[in-house]
T-cell receptor, first 113, second 113 residues
């Protein structure tokens, strides 16, 4: 079964600083990988999805993620943080052959002025 | 296109009662998945329905059940509620194939007293 590890339950950055949220997955076969964002009292919103078409995936709100098979990583980055980016971010992978998402434990991004 | 809708948004029940939650998928989506989100366990997959059939099931007791109707709308039921069932229940819809992006509703927040 797939698993996902997100390092750091909380990440704090200043407005305008680089955002880096880490995600590692366990698989020998590149799966489908996703990043979702959750704002307070809301559901999950898709940021981006890796489908093997390209290793660098661009998403909404200026976020992007790079798939690195050798490191089994799919870290999320944004060059310049905005106050509105403060939320919880989840990395997820589909379990092979199933329409089932396996989520990481989430990283709460705090953005200070 | 309308997003995934879930009703009710908030629910308070007492131990021993049962509850039914409803989910209407995005038009054209025939797969509906349910997830439970708690502070302690994070996001966990409950089950997935496609074409009125349960296609995949997570590791939850039999008190948790679901069904899907011919119009792809889905319900989940929890019988004999326990305090630990307090959670945000998220519904997601997608096209049928594994790896298709799942789009989430706002969730139903269940509090069991």
């Amino acid at each position: 079964a797939q698993s996902v590890t997100q390092l750091g339950s909380h990440v704090s950055v200043s407005e305008g600083a680089l955002v880096l949220l880490r995600c590692n997955y366990s698989s020998s076969v590149p799966p489908y990988l996703f990043w979702y964002v959750q704002y307070p009292n809301q559901g999950l919103q898709l940021l981006l999805k890796y489908t093997s078409a390209a290793t660098l995936v661009k998403g909404i709100n200026g976020f992007e993620a790079e798939f690195k098979k050798s490191e089994t990583s799919f870290h999320l980055t944004k060059p310049s943080a905005h106050m509105s980016d403060a939320a919880e971010y989840f990395c997820a992978v589909t379990d092979t052959g199933f329409q089932k998402l396996v989520f990481g434990t989430g990283t709460r991004l705090l953005v200070s002025p | 296109k309308a997003g995934v809708t879930q009703t009710p948004r908030y629910l308070i029940k007492t131990r021993g009662q049962q509850v039914t939650l409803s989910c209407s998928p995005i038009s054209g989506h025939r797969s509906v998945s349910w997830y439970q989100q708690t502070p302690g366990q994070g996001l966990q997959f409950l089950f997935e329905y496609f074409s009125e059939t349960q296609r995949n099931k997570g590791n939850f007791p039999g008190r948790f059940s679901g069904r899907q109707f011919s119009n792809s709308r889905s319900e989940m039921n929890v019988s004999t509620l326990e305090l630990g069932d307090s959670a945000l229940y998220l519904c997601a819809s997608s096209f049928a194939d594994p790896g298709e992006t799942q789009y989430f509703g706002p969730g139903t927040r269940l509090l069991v007293l």
